[in-house]
């Protein structure tokens, strides 16, 4: 079953076309990640999907239904989309960050009832933040600070999620953290979780699904150990890789790559 469908999908910056004619099935209750080099239209699609940015032409579908007929407040209690490097005032602990979450849940007038609590010690909980829900964001390190934004998208209380690029500027210990938290959040919780990420290597190890772009066209889907070959990233990346499979033989890794000269300015 789907749980984001995007149908003849056009997305431009003006007179730049970004996302060309894009039709994809993002199935529920799995991880998908996205790869492709810089500019292809990974953060666009995202951001399009959250109504960041209104395409040109086609359709979105999330849980079934088309987004054009449905109010932002509303989609925000379907689908969770944290941007690239957010940014929160100075003095913010991470309990009242992530109680910002709650919002598309609140009435007009009142503050947060038992539910919207529960919510928020859940999302910490599950985030493993509990011994820092009173420290002050900035006060964190790289990876606490990446999951308290993760609580936050948690606590929107939503069953799919969206992330561009969280583990960037992270080193490799906590964009291991990162993720691993991800990944249990989706096999406990079922929730489906949509990635953009740039580590090829990580995005086979979490992904049940990737997707490979190139110039907002979709080079390739599905399980990585199916659809990232030699000759796909090719394509994506315009590299000539050597891959072999993970030690349990799940996953490619890519341990050594050379740049294809002429083809990487296509």
């Known amino acids: 079953m789907e749980a984001i469908s995007v149908k ?49 032409s086609g359709e979105i579908f999330i849980n079934g239904a088309n987004i054009k007929a449905q109010k932002e407040k ?13 940014i929160c005032p100075s003095g913010i602990t991470v309990k009242e960050l992530v109680a910002y979450g709650r919002f598309p849940h609140q009435k007009i007038i009142g503050g947060l009832n038992s539910h919207d609590k529960e919510i928020i010690e859940w999302a910490i909980e599950a985030t493993d933040l509990k011994d820092f829900s009173d420290k002050e964001i900035e006060n964190l390190s790289g990876g606490q600070r990446q999951r308290a934004w993760i609580a936050m998208t948690l606590a929107q209380e939503t069953n799919i999620i969206m992330l561009d690029e969280p583990t960037t500027y992270l080193d490799m210990s906590y964009q291991l953290e990162v ?34 772009l190139k110039q907002g066209r979709i080079i390739c889907q599905g399980v990585p150990k199916e659809v990232i070959t030699r000759e796909s990233l090719k394509e994506i990346y315009g590299i000539d890789v050597k891959l072999q499979l993970s030690e ?8 050594d790559y050379e740049l294809l000269r002429g083809q990487s300015e296509k």
Not at 36 to 45: E, F, P, Y
Not at 74 to 86: E, K, M, N, R, V
């Open 8 to 56: 003849k999908l056009f997305v431009a910056y003006e007179d730049n076309l970004i996302i060309d004619n894009m039709n994809l099935s993002i199935p529920k209750g799995q991880i998908s990640i996205i790869i492709g080099a810089n500019g292809c239209g990974k953060s666009t699609l995202l951001k399009t999907i959250a109504r960041v940015i209104k395409p040109k």
């Open 179 to 212: 993720l691993e938290v991800l990944e249990k959040l989706n096999k406990q919780k079922k929730i489906t979780v949509v990635i953009v990420l740039h580590e090829l290597n990580n995005a086979c190890r979490f992904a049940g699904n990737i997707i490979g």
């Open 74 to 86: 509303h989609i925000a209690t379907q689908i969770a989309f944290l941007p690239q490097g957010p």
């Open 248 to 255: 349990n033989g799940s996953y490619p890794i890519c341990v």
